[in-house]
């Protein structure tokens, strides 16, 4: 991928995430308005749900609840990569107080703002939110124990870059604990190349095997994909019909064919990997 390709994806996806943000309730991975499906709103305890503002819920756009995945202490510093309206920053500051701090990136000034603002109503106050990309990181080295992240690994143009930095930001010992959206199969190359696709959380994502790769290279361990959701027929239809009523979807683009190719080739999936304590080959 060019650089000039990957700055056209990151604008589209820009784009959308400020859209959602403008008017909080519009989903990326699934049904609009709804909280059940593909949308990962379902998964958070009632009790986490009512504890937040309610445009903190409203502008969860993920496919997961990784804030279940981390096991997170107090002491701890958490940091999500890409952190939309902030639920699962401010749901990880409560369980990491006292002592501990959870930073949420996002390279959304719109998506900033609004987290912003739930921060101040929830009365947050060991949370911080960061502008940047997932490629490029602003933490030091070794600094966060605990990296979480919400269906937003997918529309990452570098994959490889944001496990790199995932890694390099992670302390020795610290974990990776994301839900994704991840292929179990290639994709028809129609989908591939469809742009509004890539903001809708389908052709952005890695096969399995390839994702477990780019994790290994970059230097994780125990790395582990759970399957928590598997995309069958009627799942797409409902993804393809919110993308054709917000992004669009391409008129070359065959649907009904599409949805017949796609049924179970898609999964959103909780991701886990270790950095190991030592480097490899010292002696412990």
């Given at each position: 991928m060019t650089k000039q390709n990957a700055e056209?994806?990151?604008?589209?996806?820009?784009?959308?995430?400020?859209?959602?943000?403008?008017?909080?309730?519009?989903?990326?991975?699934?049904?609009?308005?709804?909280?059940?499906?593909l949308i990962g709103r379902s998964l958070y305890e009632k009790d986490d749900a009512e504890s937040l503002p309610d445009a903190a819920l409203a502008a969860s756009l993920g496919c997961g609840n990784p804030t279940l995945l981390a096991d997170l202490h107090p002491g701890q510093i958490v940091l999500d990569l890409g952190s939309g309206g902030g639920i699962d920053v401010l749901l990880s500051a409560r369980r990491v107080a006292p002592?501990?701090?959870?930073?949420?990136?996002?390279?959304?000034?719109?998506?900033?703002?609004?987290?912003?603002?739930?921060?101040?109503?929830?009365?947050?106050?060991?949370?911080?939110?960061?502008?940047?990309?997932?490629?490029a990181v602003p933490l030091p080295d070794e600094s966060v124990d605990v990296i979480i992240s919400n269906c937003v690994v997918n529309l990452a143009p570098d994959k490889s870059a944001v496990f790199r930095e995932a890694f390099r930001v992670l302390k020795p010992g610290g974990?990776?604990?994301?839900?994704?959206?991840?292929?179990?199969?290639?994709?028809?190359?129609?989908?591939?190349?469809?742009?509004?696709?890539?903001?809708?959380?389908?052709?952005?994502?890695?096969?399995?095997?390839?994702?477990?790769?780019?994790?290994?290279?970059?230097?994780?361990?125990?790395?582990?994909?759970?399957?928590?959701?598997?995309?069958?027929?009627?799942?797409?239809?409902?993804?393809?019909?919110?993308?054709?009523?917000?992004?669009?979807?391409?008129?070359?683009?065959?649907?009904?064919?599409?949805?017949?190719?796609?049924?179970?080739?898609?999964?959103?999936?909780?991701?886990?990997?270790?950095k190991p304590r030592h480097n490899r080959g010292s002696a412990p």
């Open positions: 056209e994806i990151r604008s589209e996806v820009r784009e959308r995430y400020a859209e959602a943000a403008r008017a909080v309730g519009t989903s990326c991975c699934g049904p609009k308005g709804t909280a059940e499906g002592g501990g701090k959870a930073y949420g990136l996002d390279m959304t000034p719109e998506m900033l703002a609004l987290a912003r603002r739930n921060q101040a109503e929830a009365g947050v106050t060991n949370a911080e939110f960061l502008e940047g990309t997932m490629e974990r990776l604990a994301i839900s994704d959206i991840v292929l179990r199969r290639t994709l028809p190359e129609p989908v591939q190349r469809a742009m509004g696709l890539w903001t809708g959380c389908v052709a952005g994502a890695l096969l399995e095997t390839d994702y477990e790769m780019h994790l290994e290279q970059a230097g994780f361990e125990q790395i582990d994909i759970e399957p928590t959701h598997i995309y069958d027929t009627s799942d797409i239809t409902r993804m393809a019909g919110d993308l054709a009523s917000s992004v669009g979807i391409p008129g070359t683009l065959d649907v009904e064919t599409t949805i017949a190719e796609l049924d179970g080739a898609v999964m959103s999936a909780f991701v886990r990997a270790l």
